[in-house]
Structure formats: structure tokens, C-alpha cells
């Protein structure tokens, strides 16, 4: 035995009567003097700070390299053009913030149906300056780029010409202006997403992570806007002005990509466009016939065109959906004077679903075609709504928004990939303009039978269910019909 060893022996009880205390060497659990050294509170305060220290640096370092992996997956590109689109959705929401007690976001009770259809008015007048002029620019070549820039840049002006003009008539065009150029962004990112892959990222995935920048760029500053706001408008309509600024840099910072062909990995849905059975053998490529092959191309684009409307119809009806869904639950709880909460809740629920279907569709896409993602995506909206409207309260209405929202989610990261996959380079602009005017429109008129009609909350429901049931079987029917 070691001489240092702590001698054994009965427990000394502090007394000194007589008694001399047992020697220590100061290591293990006696000290010095022999006395026998227990953990205080104070150790064991540092140890659990220490090992709180540690989950924490660990659980920000998983979240950092989760959110590089958001911005950086596809490509230095694919990165510059996440900045663009984080920034873009921060100043939206700074601006959403902005004009929070405004006409368009005040919905007094004694005129909460007019003023709804007001604002349901609004959200679809930007299309009707997108569709004809959008369409029309998106033809030319390395448009999606310079409609990028642009819209950010004019965005930045607006809103600094609201910071100065907010209490003035001027608060109403400027802020139609920062809608439409909002949309304009949005469509102009979709077009240019496949050419900014310089990874292999399949389209499906790359949509879903664009999303989830926005989620987090938006749940990222709407506190930090909240505490500006406490301040006053101009606060917040500085900010949302420098992330545009922002915005405008990073789509600057963009590779001159019109042209280029877009880099991905090649994606299940190629595979379903169909070939002639009855088309003549390809011909012996001869030096004179170097352009043969390209003048079939155009041969396989109705074909495609057919895929595409299928895909946009189901997508559009659960947008169509969606927008019916939120209004006739509005209606519902205004209906029986519950906590503004209440509905707060259940936007965030709504919210909540769309952020899960962006972490969920990269994992369908490897299982599953774009077309049976849309499919699920009705089949889901359908079986909430149907639950919902029989178990109708708080919590059901929660699971319903949160249902609706993973459900438009997938159906809209699958229709973009399908469409990105689909055409080419040249019609994507004008295909993407065209389907995000059908949406809008199929949100607000899904939005304005509950707003000009007084429906109980179960019929609606039970009705919202049957529409889905009824698109999804029309959707698989044209779908085997083309096998």
C-alpha cells in the first residue's frame, strides 16, 4: 500500500475532544487537514453551467453548419442567390411589419368582410401588371438575372421613399409597388434556380432549401422587426431598405449564367415524358444533318405542355384550398369572439407546416415522382379537413393549418421541379409567371366564398374535403391515361 493512502478508520464527527483528525494529503475526499471535503453547491452549480456550456456550444455549432448547409448545398451560385432570396424575404417581412396598422392588415369587426375582400383584391392586383409584362421580358435571354437585380433595387427604392412618405397618400402605390416587385423577385429566382446548381442538387431538394432560407431569414428578423416597430415605422422601413440592399448585391454577385445548361443530376420525372411508338428510326447522323436532331426537340414540348397543366391544376386547387380554408376559420373564431391568439396560433400552425414540408420534401423526392408528391399533397388536405370538420375546435384547427400548410408546401416545391425539369432554359421565365398568377388567383377566389358567405365550419370542411378528394381522382385518372 501506498504511504498516501488515506488512513481507514471511523468517520471523525468534527469533534476535537480528544480525538485527532484523520491525515490527509489534500487529494481525493479528504483535504489537509484530514477533513473529508464534500461537493458544495457552488461546485455543482459550476459543473452543471460547465456541461450546459457544452450542450450549447454542440447544439450551435449542429444549427451553423445546418444553416451553411441551407445556403451553400448547390453551389457557390446556388449560395449567392440564397443570400438574395434571405435578404429579399427579410425586407418583406420588415415591410409586412411596416404597415401592420395599415388599411391592408387592420380588419376592423363592424367591416371585417369588406375590408377582407379589399385586401383579397390587393393580393391579386399585382398580376395583372406581372402576367402581361412579366411574360413578355422573361422571353428575352439572361432576363431572370437582370429582373432579379431589378426588382430588388426598385424595392430598395420604394421603401426608402416610404420611410418619408408613410403618412402621406403616397403610403398606397409605394406599398402595391413593393407587392408587385415582390412577386416579380420570387418569380425571377424560381427561373434562374436550375442555372445557379452548379452541384448535384435534384430540382425538388433545391426548391425545399430555398424555402427554408426564407423560413429562417423571416423567423430570424420578424423579433427584431417587432422591436423596431415599438419605435415607429421608419425604424423598420430603414432596415427593410438596407436588406435590400443587400438583396441587390448578392444578385449582382450572380455568374452571367443565361445560356448555360442547368447542372443537376438527372431526376425521376424525365423519365414520363413519353416517346412516339410510331416515329420513324433516328437516321445515321451524316455532317449535313447536324441539325436534324434538334428540329425533333420540339415534338416532345406538347407532351411535356400536358404534364405541366396537370401538375399546375392540382397544385392550384390546394392553393384553392388554402386560401378557403383560412378565411372560413377566421370567420369561424371571429364567429364565437375568440382570443385574437387563437388565430394567431393557428397561422403559426399554418406557417409551421409549409417550414415541415421543406425539411420533408428533399426525402420524397428520393422515394417519389413529382406527380405523387402533388397527389399526396391533396390526399393530405383531404384527410384534415375531413378529421377537423368532425372534431372541430383549437386543436383541430391547429392540425388543419399545420395539415394545409405541409400539404401546399409539397405540392409547390414539387410542381416547381417538375417545371424546372420540364422546359427549357427560354420558356421557364414566362411558364413560371403564368403559374404563379394561376395560384394567387386560385388562393383568393378559395378566399372569397367564405368572405361573401356565411358557412357553418363543419359543412365547410366536410365540402373542402370532397373538392380535394374530387382533384386528386380527376389528377390520377389523366395521369394513368397517359401510361
Not at 452 to 462: C, E, K, N, S
Amino acid at each position: 500500500m501506498s504511504s498516501s493512502a488515506p488512513p481507514t478508520g471511523p468517520p471523525w464527527d468534527g469533534s476535537t475532544d480528544g480525538i485527532d483528525p484523520p491525515e490527509g494529503n489534500g487529494f481525493g475526499p479528504y483535504g489537509p487537514g484530514g477533513d473529508m471535503l464534500l461537493p458544495s453547491e457552488e461546485d455543482r452549480a459550476k459543473r452543471q453551467q460547465k456541461a450546459g456550456r457544452r450542450v450549447a456550444r454542440a447544439t450551435g455549432k449542429a444549427v451553423v453548419t445546418r444553416v451553411q448547409d441551407m445556403f451553400s448545398a448547390g453551389g457557390p451560385a446556388f449560395n449567392k442567390l440564397a443570400n438574395a432570396h434571405a435578404a429579399s424575404t427579410a425586407g418583406d417581412t420588415l415591410i409586412a411589419i411596416a404597415l401592420a396598422n395599415t388599411l391592408f392588415f387592420s380588419v376592423p369587426s363592424s367591416e371585417a368582410r369588406g375590408n377582407v375582400a379589399l385586401y383579397l383584391l390587393i393580393t391579386v392586383a399585382p398580376f395583372a401588371v406581372i402576367g402581361p409584362v412579366l411574360g413578355w421580358v422573361m422571353d428575352r435571354p439572361g432576363a431572370e438575372r437582370f429582373t432579379l437585380v431589378a426588382s430588388s433595387l426598385l424595392r430598395l427604392i420604394a421603401a426608402i421613399g416610404l420611410v418619408f412618405e408613410a403618412d402621406s397618400f403616397w403610403l398606397f402605390p409605394l406599398a402595391f409597388v413593393l407587392m408587385v416587385l415582390s412577386r416579380v423577385h420570387g418569380i425571377s429566382r424560381s427561373a434562374l434556380l436550375p442555372m445557379a446548381l452548379t452541384n448535384a442538387v435534384a430540382l425538388v431538394t433545391a426548391n425545399a432549401r430555398l424555402a427554408q432560407v426564407g423560413v429562417f431569414a423571416g423567423g430570424l428578423i420578424a423579433p427584431i422587426g417587432a422591436g423596431l416597430a415599438a419605435l415607429g415605422p421608419a425604424p423598420v422601413l430603414i432596415a427593410a431598405s438596407a436588406l435590400f440592399g443587400v438583396a441587390v448585391w448578392q444578385s449582382m454577385a450572380l455568374p452571367d449564367v443565361t445560356g448555360a445548361a442547368p447542372r443537376r443530376p438527372i431526376i425521376a420525372s424525365e423519365m414520363i415524358v413519353p416517346m412516339d411508338p410510331d416515329a420513324p428510326p433516328e437516321p445515321e447522323v451524316e455532317p449535313e444533318d447536324d441539325e436534324a436532331p434538334e428540329e425533333d426537340v420540339p415534338e416532345d414540348r406538347p407532351a411535356s405542355d400536358a404534364q405541366l397543366r396537370l401538375a399546375r391544376f392540382a397544385t392550384a386547387v390546394v392553393r384553392l384550398l388554402n386560401g378557403f380554408l383560412v378565411l372560413v376559420l377566421a370567420f369561424a373564431f371571429r364567429d364565437v369572439d375568440a382570443p385574437l391568439a387563437d388565430f394567431g396560433a393557428v397561422l403559426g400552425a399554418a406557417g409551421g407546416g409549409y417550414a415541415l414540408a421543406s425539411f420533408a420534401a428533399p426525402r420524397l423526392e428520393r422515394s417519389l415522382r413529382e406527380e405523387p408528391m402533388v397527389v399526396a399533397a391533396l390526399a393530405v388536405e383531404a384527410a384534415a379537413a375531413f378529421v377537423a370538420g368532425q372534431f372541430f375546435g383549437l386543436p383541430a384547427a391547429i392540425f388543419l393549418a399545420l395539415a394545409a400548410g405541409y400539404a401546399w408546401g409539397t405540392a409547390k416545391f414539387a410542381f416547381d421541379g417538375l417545371l424546372q425539369a420540364t422546359l427549357p432554359q427560354s420558356l421557364r421565365g414566362r411558364a413560371f409567371t403564368k403559374s404563379e398568377t394561376v395560384f394567387q388567383v386560385a388562393w383568393v377566389i378559395g378566399a372569397v366564398i367564405p368572405t361573401g358567405l356565411t358557412i357553418d365550419i363543419r359543412i365547410g370542411l366536410i365540402i373542402a374535403g370532397c373538392v380535394a378528394l374530387l382533384a386528386q381522382t380527376i389528377y390520377v385518372s389523366r395521369l394513368l391515361q397517359r401510361i
